[in-house]
């Protein structure tokens, strides 16, 4: 079994920036990619970012050149940098293991961007 604590949400006004932090225990080894997703009040949920083990990124393109998904494997921990938040980035966070087929899910941290 895999557990996944996500943690760095909160508050911040539009244009803000946040860093969103997914820290992965348990049967680590089962772990490919790693993933963030995002659902927003109403809405279904959504991929945000993903990183193969290897490093390779696959990005929405509503978050391009905005958020950045980086992971530290010795740590087994996956970071989301988000910048220039928009209000409608508002959402729960979510992390999601192995990416991307996920299997796994964190309970996620709730990010809300004020205009």
């Known amino acids: 079994q895999v557990q996944l604590v996500e943690s760095g949400g909160g508050l911040v006004q539009a244009g803000g920036s946040l860093r969103l932090s997914c820290a992965a225990s348990?049967?680590?080894?089962?772990?490919?990619?790693m993933g963030w997703y995002r659902q927003a009040p109403g809405k279904l949920r959504e991929l945000v970012a993903g990183?193969?083990?290897?490093?390779?990124?696959n990005y929405a393109d509503s978050v391009k050149g905005r958020f950045t998904i980086s992971r530290d494997n010795a740590k087994n921990t996956v970071y989301l940098q988000m910048n220039s938040l928009k209000p409608e980035d508002t959402a729960v966070y979510y992390c999601?293991?192995?990416?991307?087929?996920?299997?796994?899910w964190g309970t996620g941290t709730l990010v809300t961007v004020s205009s």
């Open positions: 990183i193969a083990t290897g490093g390779a990124t």
């Open positions: 348990g049967s680590i080894f089962s772990i490919n990619g």
């Open positions: 999601g293991a192995p990416w991307p087929r996920v299997r796994h």
